[in-house]
């Protein structure tokens, strides 16, 4: 093995833990949604505008955190994109022991500027540690890790945050003094703990990566090219596919447990011994049992199999994209997603549950795929690229709010009309691609 070779093995894996850490918080983030709507009597859009906070900040500071990275370069950027993380998390101690909406949507916000400086950072540096024919194999693998986040932290969250039954406004206020006092104590705990634990693991993360040596690839961005870019068409396209798959696959993953408990699920699930043994199985892990648990939590361990679907993808895409047309892997798994929504819509009960948690393993190879064709021939343009796609990450800002809207008027399985287009037009880039392949052939 090279010394190249081995440099780029090792920073792979360092880079690789931040896919993991970026994955684990983004989904962590969710479980309070339930919560927060219950605590603030939040309508399903309101409550959607929670992640309009967290990836608003894709939106605003991804082309600036290239700026950032131009200046201080990569290494520092990713210290920097930590420590900004590690604040976040904090901002949840205040934000649950006061109880004020604000502090949580800056909480979020903040959390994610860190998140935004690691993916534009550390997505382009994963593509270029090897050819570019292998861009697509390698994002996969990382993403995969990424997967893996998302797959543990719905039972954590789940175990942690939604485990215990949480108290309407009215509920509260009839409470005496001293029992309320209690309650609110109980309240912020659940949500303080998690997050100041995963604090202290990113500082800690920082800290090693200060003295973790990384090969300078790309090691200085350039300052120019945005108009050049915004001039390609299958760039911009990319970006669109960004969009939209960010965005339906955060308003599914966010509505997920809502969704369960406006079909009544709970019941049905608690009635059925398979269903119960899944789930108590899972809250083992944690020492915790379903016996006598709020549905929210019940709910909420299943949503372990969307994410950890796309965690299975995503390995299994990092073989398929290396033997088959990254573009027809794409165009397949997005044709997939539409059929289990269409199922999910069409049924009730567990077939329609299996079947929305299944969009996840198709969703798996989505971004990672996109993300690495978008940036196929950009050359030394492809840190600003990374900047511009990883703005489109925004759109999981704006369609789960406006998924939400959609809920709140027409209810869940209509709704879904919105988010089934989301994967048409991927399939449609697929097919795009696929054509201007065969073209250059």
């Known amino acids: 093995m090279t010394t190249t070779n081995k440099s780029y093995k090792t920073a792979f894996v360092f880079l690789t833990s931040l896919f993991f850490l970026w994955g684990f918080i983004t989904v962590l983030v969710d479980s309070l949604i339930p919560r927060l709507k219950e605590v603030f009597t939040l309508s399903y859009f309101q409550a959607g505008l929670v992640q309009f906070a967290f990836f ?15 200046r201080i370069g990569y290494k520092r950027g990713i210290v920097l994109g930590l420590i900004t993380m590690a604040l976040g998390c904090l901002l949840f101690y205040p934000a649950a022991s006061y109880r004020i909406f604000g502090v949580f949507m800056l909480a979020y916000f903040v959390l994610a500027g860190g998140m935004t400086i690691l993916q534009v950072a550390a997505n382009p540096y994963v593509a270029v540690l090897g050819s570019e024919d292998g861009a697509s194999s390698r994002l996969n693998l990382s993403q995969a890790f990424n997967s893996l986040g998302t797959t543990i932290a719905p039972a954590i969250g789940a175990m942690l945050i939604l485990s215990d039954k949480v108290k309407t406004q009215e509920e509260i206020a009839s409470l005496a003094s001293a029992e309320k006092e209690a ?37 200085k961005v350039p300052n120019e090219g945005y108009k050049t870019l915004l001039s390609k068409k ?19 993953g966010s509505y997920l447990v809502n969704y369960f ?29 379903f016996t006598d648990s709020d549905p929210k939590s019940l709910l909420g361990v299943f949503v372990v199999f969307y994410w950890g679907g796309a965690m299975i993808g995503r390995f299994i895409g990092a073989y398929l994209t290396k033997i088959l047309s990254p573009v027809r892997v794409l165009g397949l798994f997005a044709s997939l997603a539409i059929l289990m929504i269409i199922i999910s819509v069409a049924t009730t009960g567990l077939a329609s549950m ?43 800002a ?44």
Do not use: H
């Not at 408990?261 to 608690?270: E, K, Q, T, V, Y």
């Not at 996109?370 to 999981?396: N, Y």
């Open 261 to 289: 408990m406006d079909m009544n699920l709970a019941p049905l699930i608690s009635s059925n011994e398979t269903m119960m043994s899944i789930a108590n199985t899972i809250a083992t892990l944690f020492n915790k049992s």
């Open 183 to 219: 309650y609110y104590i109980s309240e912020a705990s659940a949500v303080q703990t998690p997050f100041l634990s995963i604090a202290f693991f990113v500082v800690l993360l920082a800290v090693i990566f200060v003295f973790v040596k990384l090969p300078k690839v790309m090691e």
């Open 234 to 252: 299958s760039l911009v396209m990319g970006v669109i596919a960004i969009f939209v798959y960010v965005g339906a696959e955060v308003a599914i």
């Open 56 to 70: 608003g900040a894709y939106f605003l500071l991804s082309i600036p955190a290239g700026n950032i990275l131009a």
């Open 354 to 396: 299996w079947a929305i948690l299944a969009v996840g393993l198709f969703n798996s190879i989505m971004f990672p795929t996109i993300f690495s064709l978008s940036l196929e021939g950009l050359e030394d343009l492809k840190p600003q690229a990374s900047g511009v796609l990883c703005t489109a990450i925004f759109g999981g």
């Open 398 to 441: 704006v369609i789960p709010p406006l998924y939400g809207m959609l809920v709140d008027s027409l209810g869940f399985k209509l709704a879904f009309v919105l988010i089934m287009m989301c994967y048409i037009y991927i399939y449609y880039y697929g097919r795009t691609k696929t054509k201007s392949q065969l073209e250059e052939v």
